[in-house]
């Protein structure tokens, strides 16, 4: 029954969206995809969603820790947005602080965290990207 | 009294969901149920890992000023052989114990726990709204 949580790649980015109610199994296989996938494309940061979860226990918040910790390791960095009011204040009564995670209210903010916003291009950058795409073709 | 059997992974979301739906059914207000869902999923967890499976069974407590939830979490594993100590800040026998049962015991108004080494342990937590 453990629903594989896709990790999309997005340019330099990993984007992970936790859309399923999370048990044990899938969390860690979580950790696992997000590590090869870091390895494999030389990812600059993870930004993970939670937005959805109405409960995150110690042990969901202590993968995260380490996961944070590990994808420090490998030159990279862990941001985790969205987590729900009740969800944090359940996390810290319960003396869980996440030490060390960068967070944020949201994806936007998240992204803007490790220094990316969203802009659309103006008419010549968007004519200069089609001309170099055309070149490499 | 309503009965979750506690003997994979799948049945501690069950238990979780069968806590936020009597909390729901009860008025419980969001935090007070993502208190007590947080803490079936914590104590669910202890029934299978460490007690080697169990089950939780839970009741709605309706008196005259107040309404609850109360659950009783037992198994009949190992037990804990010092249980003042199991319930000491930092305390760990396993990777999530570390929180696990002082953590637990805050996001609750009633906990008491009994274990007998070679008997089992049972735990039981009422939260009221």
Known sequence: MADKIPVMKVGPLLIVSIQTELIDTTINELQQAILAKISASNSEAVVIDISSQ?????????????TAKMVSLMGSKMVLVGMQAAVTLTLVEMGMTLPDIPTAIDLEEGLA??????A??????????DEADAETE | MPKVEIRNEENIVLARHEIRNLADELGFS????????????????????????????FQALREEDRVGIQCTFSDE???IENVDEA?????????SLGQGLPGTRRLVDDFAITSEPGKGTTVEITKWQ
């Open chain 1, 54 to 66: 109405e409960l995150v226990d110690s042990y969901v918040a202590n993968v995260l820790v380490d």
């Open chain 1, 113 to 118: 965290k490790i220094g990316y916003h969203i």
């Open chain 1, 120 to 129: 659309r291009l103006t008419e010549d950058e968007a004519d200069e990207s």
């Open chain 2, 30 to 57: 969001i935090i007070n149920k993502t208190r007590l869902a947080t803490a079936v999923s914590e104590l669910s967890r202890n029934t299978l890992v460490h007690g080697q499976g169990g089950q939780m069974v």
């Open chain 2, 77 to 79: 594993g190992p037990g």
């Open chain 2, 87 to 95: 319930m000491q800040e930092g305390f760990s026998t396993a990777r």
